[in-house]
């Protein structure tokens, strides 16, 4: 008997004790202001990634700054699983009273867009991702950096530094964002040594550092002497350090941790975006469906070159290059080009930019769209 | 072609030490009677207690103006990630061997206790440490490959040998002197005769509870090591969200595919180990890649399936495995 009405008890505390969590999150009515916004982030990884998340978390940072936005009115997700974790997390976000939510990583979008129409006063910004301009969602946006720009001059770096001229590329998915940034590379690396090859092997994962690790370690055993990534962490800066090579990374400055192996990072400054989309709800004024900004803008940039290792000249070439892409006298996609690839169902397709043309990347939406494969580059599967 | 095999070879021994340290710890386990499924977690709690172990006596030693050294680092890793590991095994241990409770259902909360275990302080020392744990290069170095003089420097025989970290080492030597413990020692041979029958091993004035206990915890400290392998050298040192990811269930399955053994665990290890990394060497084209990350299981299953149809005593899994063991039952 006594043990029963423990029980009761028990149970009666612990539900007491629920209930509050389950009360009617107090949903900002009426105006927004800086003191009662709300921002919401949900990310694949967390900053210790060193590399992606820490680079879009630098982003956050630089809005909370720039905006004077309290510790508590921004609420970080971090490692949420491209899949149901990624809905749950959001609605969490939604509970807390988010009034923009920037979910980070390419799979979260088919997420955010079904929670985007349950939700229309709330804002939703996805990164990296396609869907926003056929959604026709006044509260759904894309954006991305056109990182292709610096990664071509990174490749730069790279191409004077190779011995072996072969370049090694631990890429995450064959998706169209990747290809687009690695042929960027190579053809960045190309314009500087045209005798130079690329690998390509990928890890299917945004952030799986042994994978990335690993797959770093078998471009080199392969002779590869430069090895770039399109992948989070810094496990191919680290494996290029330990194996006497060198490495350009994407993100974040790697140099801190392989200081004898990093050379360059191409990188993206999220807080121009994040700064603006934030300002916008504040104002009330609509954000873009599509947003992408470049080298122009200050989007995306290198981190400094790592003098101490890299070829004499190569800060020369890297910005020469960069004036030519400024001043649109050069093209990264530029003609005579020609690549293949395969589309959505798995078809062949090809593609031949003639010479004197340029293949139009990240104009007319953020999500990057060249999904060729071009002579030089080898893919390893 | 031999240059491909060679590096492989590499790649797969430097893949498979996680899971050989797993494998042996769950092996010792299994052979008391106990059938731990919380590897992955006690590889976490290891994983994570091994770096933080460094990382603040490197912060000690920095504080203080003095060097950290490497060795000492190292050192302090490999203790505290076997405390670690065995810690989880002891609650494993107490709940099963004391209080009786179901083997399987404590392994699976052990797994995940132990994965947010080293999830939540591995976050939550990075937020303190501003942003993320990582060791300094003294530890690292301790980590890196060894260099012996004329050895390492002989063409293949130097890079088949004696190119590995020293963990490495220490895995193989434990896999010898385990299955030195198992097969030629008395303490051995009432170990096994506990996870066989227990009931006889008690007549025979055997500790049945002190035998599970002392195998249970000392494996799960062997585990907690290859936890803090996967943090010292897959991932150089860094903290890195999930990392162990996967490779405690690989490890289980080593243990089957090993039939309980040591050695072969050795062997097999290096060969799980290069099925995980096949796919970056040799190169199927239009295989895809996640057909290779099945070979592991797949081999595994048929294993199981191979052992069951032989029916081979020698080979099956210690009798008693999976039960608790009730004096008053006798």
Known sequence: MKKRVLAILLTVVLVALLLPGCSKPTTAQGDITKDNIKVGFVHVSDPSDMGYTYNHDLGTKEMQKALGLRDDQIINKFNVA????????????????????????????????????????????????????????????????????????????????????????????????????????????????????????????????????????????????????????????????????????????????????????????WGIYVTFAVQSVLAGKEIPVDWCAGLADGAVYLSPLNTAIAAPGTQEAIDEATKGILDGSLHVFAGPLNGKGSDFSGNPITIDVAAGEYFHEQEDASAPSWCYIIPGCTVLE | MLDTTVA???????????????????????????????????????????????????????????????????????????????????????????????????????????????NFFGEYFGLKAGGYIAVSKATKSAFAPINIPYLSDLPVVGKLFFSYNWMVYFAIALAIAMAWFFFKSRVGLNLRAVGEDPAAADAAGINVSRYRYFATVIGGGICGIG????????????????????????????????????????????????????????????????????????????????????????????????????????
Not at chain 1, 89 to 102: K, M, T, V
Not at chain 1, 109 to 131: K, S
Not at chain 2, 95 to 104: E, H, V
Not at chain 2, 255 to 281: H, N, S
């Open chain 1, 82 to 269: 491209e899949g149901a974790a990624c809905d749950t997390a959001l609605r969490e976000l939604l509970d807390a009273g988010c009034n923009i939510i920037f979910a980070t990583s390419f799979g979260f979008e088919d997420y955010v867009l079904e929670i985007a129409q349950e939700y229309p006063d709330v804002q939703f910004c996805h990164a990296t991702g396609y869907q926003a301009a056929g959604a026709d969602l006044p509260n759904f946006h894309n954006y991305f950096a056109s990182i292709y720009e610096a990664r071509y001059l990174a490749g730069i770096a790279a191409g004077l530094k190779t011995e072996t001229n072969k370049l090694g590329y631990v890429a995450a998915f064959p998706f169209a964002e990747v290809i687009s940034g690695y042929t960027a590379f190579y053809l960045g690396a190309k314009s500087v040594n045209p005798k130079v090859t690329m690998e390509i092997m990928y890890t299917n994962s945004w952030n799986d550092p042994t994978v990335e690790a690993q797959v770093a370690k078998a471009l080199i055993d392969k002779g590869c002497d430069v090895i770039s990534q399109h992948s989070d962490s810094t496990a191919p800066a680290t494996t290029a350090e330990e194996n006497g090579v060198w490495q350009v990374g994407y993100n974040n400055d790697m140099i801190s941790a392989a200081p004898n192996a990093s050379l360059i990072s191409a990188r993206i400054d």
């Open chain 2, 8 to 118: 492989l070879l590499v790649a797969a021994v430097l893949a498979g030490t996680p899971l050989l340290l797993g494998a042996l710890g769950e092996i010792l386990t299994e052979r008391s009677g106990n059938l731990n499924l919380g590897v992955e977690g006690m590889m976490f709690m290891g994983a994570i207690t091994g770096l933080i172990g460094s990382f603040f006596y490197e912060q000690a030693v920095i504080g203080a103006g003095l060097a950290p050294s490497g060795a000492l680092s190292a050192l302090i890793a490999l203790l505290v990630s076997f405390l670690a590991g065995a810690f989880g095994a002891l609650i494993y241990g107490f709940l099963t061997i004391t209080l009786r409770a179901n083997q399987n259902v404590t392994g699976l909360i052990l797994t995940i206790f132990g994965t947010g275990f080293g």
């Open chain 2, 227 to 330: 936890g803090m392998y996967m943090c010292m050298v897959t991932t150089s040192g860094v903290w890195v969200h999930g990392c162990v990811s996967g490779y405690g269930w690989l490890a289980v399955a080593l243990v089957i595919f090993a039939t309980w053994r040591p050695l072969r665990g050795m062997v097999l290890a290096v060969i799980f180990g290069g099925l995980m990394v096949m796919r970056m060497y040799i190169s199927i084209p239009g295989l895809p890649a996640q057909i290779y990350e099945m070979v592991p299981y797949v081999i595994t299953i048929l294993v199981l399936v191979i052992t069951s149809i032989r029916q081979s005593k020698e080979h099956a899994m210690p009798a008693s495995c999976g039960l608790n063991y009730f004096r008053e039952d006798r």
